[in-house]
């Protein structure tokens, strides 16, 4: 929940000047709501892509305040991330919920980014497996081997979030291997192959070239160095861009 509309189109204009010339690699913005219609504006004629911070299951009727995946649709939304942490705490959305969403958007042609990821109580608890697994297989019931093509799963651990600490390379690409493995055992290999796995926890220019160098770690989903034009320029620039996607929110 950052920036007006006007510091929103400023700061998307930077990183489009920035980005311009990196044509091998996906880059997603993702801003408030608000600001979703100006900013697909200024982003037409590049390769940015536009997604939204969340929608709602449904695609109209008497639900004071929400957004649905048709009204996303009608801004230039491609992207929505769903289940993101702070949607799972502080809202209080349950993998019920986010499976209702993510079928959504699947029905409405947008690309679902899905979050899962293990607080700091569960981690230290050695739940952290347990816990994603159960995000991932209800996150993601009822979706077919050719939907689950269509979405992109973000690893976030909620202890690494907005505090500094950074799960280590070697502690995302476990945690990404085990998530690919999941998706080989449940659509097949071919399928989870293909899925891009996304790591969101504190990314940061300094610590993003050794964790895109991580076999299983695809790309990032940057938080708050996205809303700094610099830095996010920075996240895209010293990745390796053949072998990830950025997304910025």
Known sequence: MFKSIPEGV???NIIKAGVHKITDCEIVVCPPFTALA???KEIEDTKIELGAQDMYSETEGA???EISPLMLKDVGC???ILGHSERRQLFKETDAMINKKVLAALKYNLVPILCVGETLEEREARRAFEIVKQQFENSLKALKADEIDRVVIAYEPV???GTGRTATPEQA???HSYIRRLLNEQFGNAVGERIKILYGGSVKPDNTTQLMAK???DGALVGGASIKAESFIQIVTNAKPEEFS???K
């Open 10 to 12: 400023n700061l998307v």
């Open 38 to 40: 100006a900013i697909s």
């Open 63 to 65: 639900f004071t305040g």
């Open 78 to 80: 491609r992207y929505v």
């Open 159 to 161: 202890w690494a979030i």
């Open 173 to 175: 690409e476990q945690m």
């Open 215 to 217: 076999p299983n770690v």
């Open 246 to 248: 950025n997304a910025s």
